[in-house]
């Protein structure tokens, strides 16, 4: 069983799976299995990830359309006890994996290891660091966040499997808000031993944007 579930939905990211693969495919810490999650693209993108063959990287299809839709998709698939929730324009840098899982190992009850992330541009030339929400373990100013806004970027976080299944999967009726996001964390995080790690190492790329639309 991998420690890890990378769970990727793919819908007309073309331009920069390959770069999330990779990213992937160098970390240092190896026990990982990455489920891609093809959903609906018209470009290029599932042809990039074909390319692929490393044996820890599915490619799967959902039969419905949505991000959210996606990852309880790969959700269902998942065997690592861990999960990321990793976009197909985003990165990670090659310790991203360990310095999470070894938070996690420090951490033994924690359901949630969240940590800090950059965003950056498709040229490079800046990169802005960012720090959860609660981050030192000021719970209330998680909580309070986490009502009107994603407490962190998707990737800066792992989420323990047995945490979220059932009963606490990605709500596929806001798939078409732009705050599904913040649906699906505020319950997750309600009664969850938090876990923080002042590594960033989560690589958010900004100006991207991609509304789903129906196939």
């Known amino acids: ?20 693969v990779r990213s992937v495919i160098a970390q240092t810490m190896t026990d990982w299995e990455m489920i891609i999650v093809e959903n609906g693209s018209t470009d290029t993108g599932p042809e990039v990830v074909r390319q692929f ?33 990793l976009d197909a324009d985003d990165l990670i840098e090659p310790t991203y ?3 999470r899982v070894k938070t996690a190992l420090d951490n033994p009850l924690a359901n949630i290891v969240a940590g800090c992330w950059e965003e950056f541009s498709d040229d490079f030339n800046t990169r802005t660091f960012h720090r ?4 030192g373990g000021d719970r209330i100013a998680l909580e309070n966040s986490a009502i009107a806004a994603a407490p962190w970027a998707l990737h800066a976080t ?35 031993s938090v876990a923080f790690t002042d590594q960033a190492g989560a690589l958010y790329r900004v100006q991207t944007c991609l509304l789903y639309t129906s196939p």
């Not at 991998?2 to 999330?20: A, Q, W």
């Not at 959860?132 to 981050?135: E, T, V």
Request: glycine letters at 8%; a negative charge; proline letters at 11%.
């Open 132 to 135: 959860p929400a609660g981050y």
């Open 158 to 192: 792992i989420v323990k499997r047995s945490h979220l299944i059932p009963a606490l999967t990605w709500p596929e009726e806001m798939d078409k808000s732009p705050s599904e996001d913040t649906a699906f964390w505020f319950p997750l995080i309600l009664g969850a």
């Open 53 to 85: 063959s490393d044996s820890r990287i599915q490619f799967v299809e959902s039969p419905k359309c949505g991000p959210g839709t996606a990852r309880n998709y790969g959700l269902n698939l998942a065997k690592g006890e861990w999960i990321l929730f």
């Open 1 to 20: 069983m991998p420690k890890v579930t990378i769970i990727t939905p793919l819908h007309n990211k073309g331009p920069y799976i390959d770069e999330t």
């Open 97 to 99: 994996l360990s310095e």
